[in-house]
């Protein structure tokens, strides 16, 4: 019951900071609103897993598309349900941004790996050399012998393939992501300089 009447004063405070900035959109009304509504985000986004860092900076993206998409509201009164869900969105963008990055290798520091792999019983790293690129299929295959062994820039693969630029990137990307678990294997089988 105690809960209940502290929760009260503090809603009715944030009704009355959304209905000034809703009223009257200014610096000073939005300064209030932000004051008033980042500590609940940011207590949102730490209940969602959230680095404080992250929390803060979600809390600050949300703020910044109220300030931005306030006019758009239609009933004033559910300026709370709307504030979170731009927080529900901002945080599914965050994780659905999450799930689709993928680790790459700088390929340009591959030749630093296969010279430390030398140091193994000789034709190893040929072997590894031939056995990765088995794993491309032959327009990337192509486009990564082009650009990392006989060093093509991009623009050069493209005109030789009458490709766009752009083709020719996605492919090398394509073809970093394909390869970057076995690279990254390589790498820490390698021996460290001391």
Known sequence: MSN?????PRLLREEAVAEKFLETPNEKSFADLFNTFTPRLVAFFRAHNCELDL??????????????KAEQIR???????????????????????QTRQVETVNLE????????????PSGTAAFEFLHWMALLDSREREVM???????????????????????????VSNAKKKLAPYLVTLQDRTPRAA
């Open 109 to 120: 520091d591959v030749a630093d790996r296969l010279e430390a792999a030398n140091q193994r």
């Open 4 to 8: 209940e009447l502290s929760a009260t």
């Open 55 to 68: 929390a803060e900076d979600l809390a600050q993206e949300v703020m910044l598309i109220v300030h931005r």
């Open 145 to 171: 012998t082009l650009r990392f062994i006989e060093q093509w820039q991009y623009h050069e693969i493209a005109a030789a393939q009458a490709v766009p630029i752009g083709t020719v990137q996605w492919r």
């Open 75 to 97: 009933d004033r009164g559910l300026f709370r349900a709307w504030l979170f869900k731009i927080a529900r969105n901002a945080l599914c963008r965050h994780y659905g941004k």
